[in-house]
């Protein structure tokens, strides 16, 4: 197995033992569904605020306390595993970084300043979360649909490309990527998205 795919499993069967609720995302998730891509890190969301310093308390930490309190460079320590912080957009962060297996890894709920049902890949999105059996271990993984939708609207074609290859847009819930795709303002005959796609989305619609 790659140091990430260690990484993921370590850190998976810890917050499973923990019966701690999860949800992988980002690029390690694409990566489990298959695309052909190597993930920079290991996202995991976690509903609750709560729940994040239960992790905190499974996970390895560094003794020693980090120099800095920059969120960007910022990482858990046995005296402070968790960071707090309110972004530009008045969502609160609570937050946790680790290094596992070379890898890093970080937790994260998010709570925006006002409740949504939008289903993106924060709030909402956990009661869609796929239980997968991966390596032999169980994994709650954010839906294809819902990171396709992100691709879109990031525009990142390279990484939607890797993740139709791997995931034939007739397999896909059409009806959770329309959703998706409408909680983000995307119509249907947007120029981004490739015509594959444009296709199941407008057929029997």
Known sequence: ?????????????????????????????????????????????????????????????????????????????????????TDNTGSRWTFGRWTINRTKVELANLEPPEPSDAVIETGAAHSFALELSWHGTLLLVVPIELQIATMIARDQQQRLNATLAANHPDELNVGLLRRTLNDRHIEAADPRIPTALHQVLTANS
């Open 1 to 85: 197995m790659k140091p990430w795919e260690q990484a993921l499993k370590a850190v998976a069967q810890l917050l499973n033992h923990a019966e701690i609720n999860w949800m992988l995302v980002g690029s390690a998730a694409t990566a489990v569904h298959g695309a052909g891509i190597e993930p920079g890190d290991i996202d995991i969301l976690i509903p609750t605020a709560g729940e994040v310093y239960t992790a905190a308390a499974v996970l390895p930490s560094k003794a020693e306390q980090s120099p800095t309190a920059d969120p960007g460079t910022w990482h858990s320590t046995d005296t402070q595993p968790v960071l707090t912080w």
